[in-house]
């Protein structure tokens, strides 16, 4: 059958330009007093082409079908995304709002040429869900291998290669176009769900969003001396300005460098961050419009203010439950880069506790 397959790929013009001479030479003859016959090849011709075409479009269709097939399948009927696991139907959810959050390493306005952006060193997902009053978050590597959109120089989409999820980011403008493809990215490797929005804000907007809340006070994991005197091993500090960005971005002279425990820390501070946060949204609706405009010279959205403001009120009471990790293995790369290969399992059933919600059992 594959040999078929490629036998159709490699044949199919050449068939079709030999029809298409045959079918002109007939023509030329069509004035011929015997034209009942020329018509009866010409029909045959015709004929044969479309059953080359038919041959062509079953045995591609098949070979779709056969990458499909296995334990897991996915399909689309009546507008619904079905997925069978482990003998049960799940059907894709529609009532999700779903949002990636992502930090970058400068400012979007610092560099606006493609292949510029920056990496995209933290990323989780948000899924708000109304159904159920809750927050769900996705916790993401940035190590993560997975398949990123490549783009030239000159802005062309050149297919995709196999890299760290953070790259993503770095091969646009630093702008939407970066976004774009961060959210890209992040939807493939997550088994293409749809993620429709997105709010990536540079790390040095850290210090302005936590003297917004008012401070965030953390329990300090490890001996971060070398960043401040104050963060000494078990210290609980409340902290300010350029402190907490340094907190969270800290990794090669802190601990064992590895960014697993950089991602452990970003987690208690961002822990502590949203319960603040949540507390003075609770207070006033004002605030969550005062923190859109004072985070603007630093964010990079494609949500307007107002559908952010109601979004965040409506969720406001929602329980917001822990972030779910996918699991994997670390490993040094050939090029001596970190990389986290995420189990295809892991995946999958974290999208499906997500994403998706059981038809039968």
């Known amino acids: 059958m594959e040999r078929l397959r490629l036998f159709w790929r490699k044949k199919r013009l050449p068939i079709l330009f030999c029809g298409v001479f045959v079918m002109k030479g007939y023509s030329h003859g069509l004035r011929h007093p015997s034209g009942k016959k020329v018509w009866i090849g010409l029909a045959a011709i015709l004929l044969a082409a479309a059953a080359v075409f038919l041959a062509g479009h079953l045995l591609e269709s098949d070979s779709a079908r056969e990458e499909a097939r ?118 493939r490797f997550l088994m293409d769900v749809k993620i429709s929005d997105y709010a990536v804000m540079s790390m040095d907007g850290i210090a302005v969003l936590n003297d917004l809340v008012g401070g965030v006070t953390v329990t300090v994991d490890d001996d971060m001396t070398v960043i401040d005197p104050s963060l000494t091993l078990g210290a609980r500090v409340t902290l300010k300005g350029d402190l907490a960005q340094k907190f969270i971005r800290a990794r090669m002279t802190v601990g064992g460098g590895t960014n697993v425990e950089r991602m452990g820390r970003q987690e208690s501070y961002l822990s502590e961050l949203l319960k603040t946060a949540k507390a003075k949204m609770s207070e006033t609706k004002s605030f969550i419009g005062q923190t859109y405009d004072t985070m603007t010279p630093y964010m990079v959205t494609n949500i307007p203010k107002g559908r952010l403001v109601n979004e965040a009120w409506a969720a406001r009471s929602y329980e917001w439950t822990e972030p779910m990790t996918i699991e994997g293995t670390h490993q040094v790369g050939e090029d001596g880069f970190m990389e986290f290969h995420a189990d295809p399992d892991s995946v999958r059933q974290v999208v499906l506790d997500v994403f998706y919600e059981p038809v039968s059992r």
């Open 70 to 187: 296995g334990d897991l399948e996915q399909f689309r009927q009546s507008n619904e995304v079905l997925m069978e696991w482990n003998g049960v139907t799940y059907r894709m959810r529609k009532d999700l709002t779903t949002i990636l959050l992502a930090g970058v390493d400068h400012r979007p306005e610092i560099e606006n040429t493609l292949r510029s952006g920056g990496q995209a060193d933290f990323q989780r997902v948000i899924v708000i869900d109304p159904k159920y009053k809750k927050v769900c978050q996705i916790a993401l590597d940035r190590d993560t291998m997975t398949e990123v959109t490549t783009i030239s120089i000159l802005g062309n989409r050149t297919g995709t290669s196999t890299m760290q999820l953070c790259l993503a980011y770095s091969f646009g403008d630093g702008g939407p176009l970066s976004a774009r493809l961060q959210t890209e990215a992040v939807s």
